[in-house]
């Protein structure tokens, strides 16, 4: 169980990148509604832009594997701490899947029925890397945000936020 502490915004380290993340999902949840698949215009379209999203998800994670989850986890070996959620942080993530279908689509165009194919595995992909990444980013949040408060200074996670911020070229 997550310890209870306070979560001042100024050293939560996920809050910040997790709303881009989340305008993103909205976007291509968006995109996948609107998109007329039979075009191929259209497609090519949304995979451009599904690329260039899935591009950020992966950097995200690479960000907070990097300069987080490393940390926590190292952190928590010290304390002689087991922690399966952190140890297995972005373990199974779908990413790498999804980019590589995507990079698969440049080569489906030819014909209607392996569009339609085409565009039915892209969904469904779609809708379990959702499935997924909300309850991921929510767990990071409540559980991992409040582990990382209970293990390390205010100054500590103030300097990692700012960090973190720099590596998403929010700040
Ligand atoms: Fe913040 Fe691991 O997604």
Known sequence: MAP?????VDINVFSIPHNRMKELVD?????MRETNFHN???LKKALALLQS???EFKAHEQIENKFII???KLKLRQLSIEND???NCHKDSKLLYILDLLRM???KLRSFSERRTYVKELREALNEFTDDFLPHMKEEEEVFQPLLQQYFSYDELRALKRRVLQEHFIS
């Open 4 to 8: 209870s502490v306070d979560m001042p």
């Open 27 to 31: 976007e291509y949840n968006m995109m």
């Open 40 to 42: 191929s215009g259209h």
């Open 53 to 55: 999203t899935f591009t």
């Open 70 to 72: 490393k940390r926590l």
């Open 85 to 87: 959620a952190v140890c």
């Open 105 to 107: 689509g440049h080569r």
